[in-house]
């Protein structure tokens, strides 16, 4: 694929990776996350409570609990369930992943990741590149700029 269609589609994922993101319950911070592979979707994530538990993510002094999950584990997790592969995949995702985070995309065999929005700490996008994986930003605002 040519690099012009490939940046509109990257462009278009992490559209509706925020479009996803409103899911979330949490209030701090939501973030959105789609697994892509052969331009189809095959899973997709938000932030939030382990399945069963209230949807509430921030305690009380507005501190976001400890067993918060992130988009991008859920949507790796998800994927794990299902039938399909994240071998070779693309992570998109509204937010730049944590260390913890980066070391499931390792695992899971994702070999791209896109995201929209830097987290003040670079430590997982530094994992990642050293892993080998492609990791591409693009800006919030860039998003809806018609090239």
């Not at 382990?50 to 609990?65: I, Q, R, W």
């Not at 067993?67 to 369930?81: F, G, P, R, S, W």
């Not at 985070?101 to 929005?117: D, E, M, P, T, Y």
Request: proline fraction near 2%; glycine fraction near 6%.
């Amino acid at each position: 694929m040519n690099k012009d269609k490939q940046a509109q589609f990257d462009r278009s994922y992490l559209q509706m990776a925020a479009v996803w993101a409103q899911n979330s319950y949490c209030q701090r911070r939501q973030v959105g996350a789609l697994i892509v592979k052969d331009r189809m979707i095959i899973s997709d994530g938000y932030n939030g409570t382990p399945s069963g538990f209230e949807n509430v993510c921030e305690d009380e002094e507005g501190n976001t609990k400890p067993y918060v999950l992130h988009a991008e584990a859920n949507a790796i997790t998800k994927v794990a369930k299902s039938n399909n592969s994240s071998e070779g995949a693309t992570l998109y995702i509204t937010s730049s992943p944590c260390v913890e985070c980066a070391k499931l995309i390792i695992q899971a065999g994702i070999k791209r990741v896109v995201f929209s929005n830097e987290y003040r700490l670079s430590d997982g996008i530094d994992l990642l590149r050293r892993a080998g994986i492609e990791v591409i930003y693009i800006k919030s605002e860039d998003l809806y700029t018609i090239r």
